[in-house]
């Protein structure tokens, strides 16, 4: 049984950084892509990073040359640095295989940016 559990998330300035980890139990993660999502208040959650299997990323338009999203297959955990960080950033974050499969969905990071 595969289970996802994110971490690092906080309370922090805009322009400050945060480094958010996702580590996997469960023997799909070498083979999965995986990816970061976010979901704020009263909005639909939305995709804003993904790893292929490979290493190749792609981003939501919002969060490029910002966030890094990277991956250590042997440690089974995925990780998104935010920089520059924005109050618009403020959500909860979540990691999934992209694309989702809904039994997969963890708790979650809360990352809030506010002065």
């Known amino acids: 049984q595969v289970q996802l559990v994110e971490s690092g998330g906080g309370l922090v300035q805009p322009g400050g950084s945060l480094r958010l980890s996702c580590a996997a139990s469960g023997s799909i993660f070498r083979i999965k892509a995986m990816a970061w999502y976010r979901q704020a208040p009263g909005k639909q959650r939305e995709l804003v990073a993904v790893?292929?299997?490979?290493?190749?990323?792609n981003y939501h338009d919002s969060v490029k040359g910002r966030f890094t999203i990277s991956r250590n297959n042997a440690k089974n955990t995925v990780y998104l640095q935010m920089n520059s960080l924005k109050p618009e950033d403020t959500a909860v974050y979540y990691c999934?295989?992209?694309?989702?499969?809904?039994?997969?969905w963890g708790q979650g990071t809360q990352v809030t940016v506010s002065s």
């Open positions: 790893i292929s299997s490979a290493g190749s990323t």
């Open positions: 999934n295989t992209n694309p989702s499969y809904s039994p997969y």
